[in-house]
């Protein structure tokens, strides 16, 4: 059962880098400093062309692993449900779930916040029931989005959207 752990992610970070690389197309070339093949589309389509190519080798793994485990008998592929399935990627999907509700929520509450949030989401969801700890997980999370924040909007001059309380 091993295959679910790169297959369904795989699948469904190759529909995200493909979506990304051609929004990529979008980004408008600033010619401020001249012509360089170094442009404002650089750096996205190679962070989209990276993704791409390692969620296809996820798909691909998956795949294989899926295929030696029905050779095996380890599973009989007729008797899986969907619904089985999505429960044994709960945690997977919930993530992407978060993502996009941090994606959707940061413009109008700011990115300190809804990055606090965010990170916070991940840490209870991925983490054992068993050893859930409440405050470390917040804690690491304000100290990282403030961290984040603060390299990027001082040392890299890269606005971040301020939201509701204009920080």
Do not use: C
């Amino acid at each position: 059962m091993e295959y679910r752990k790169n297959l369904y992610p795989g699948i469904i970070l190759t529909i995200i880098s493909a979506a990304y690389l051609a929004l990529s197309g979008q980004i408008e070339i600033f010619t401020g400093s001249g012509a360089t093949p170094l442009d404002a589309r650089f750096m996205p389509r190679l962070w989209g062309t990276v993704l791409l190519i390692l969620s296809l080798m996820l798909v691909v793994r998956g795949i294989k692993q899926r295929k030696a485990a029905v050779a095996s008998g380890e599973i009989d592929a007729s008797k899986k449900s969907l619904i089985e399935a999505i429960a044994d990627s709960r945690e997977v999907l919930l993530s992407f779930v978060f993502l996009a509700i941090y994606v959707a929520i940061m413009e109008p509450i700011g990115f300190l916040i809804s990055t606090a949030v965010y990170l916070y989401a991940e840490i209870l969801l991925l983490t054992e029931k068993s050893k859930r700890n409440y405050i470390i997980p917040l804690i690491v999370a304000i100290i990282f989005a403030v961290g984040i924040d603060f390299i990027f909007v001082r040392f890299l001059n890269v606005l971040l959207p301020a939201g509701i309380f204009g920080f």
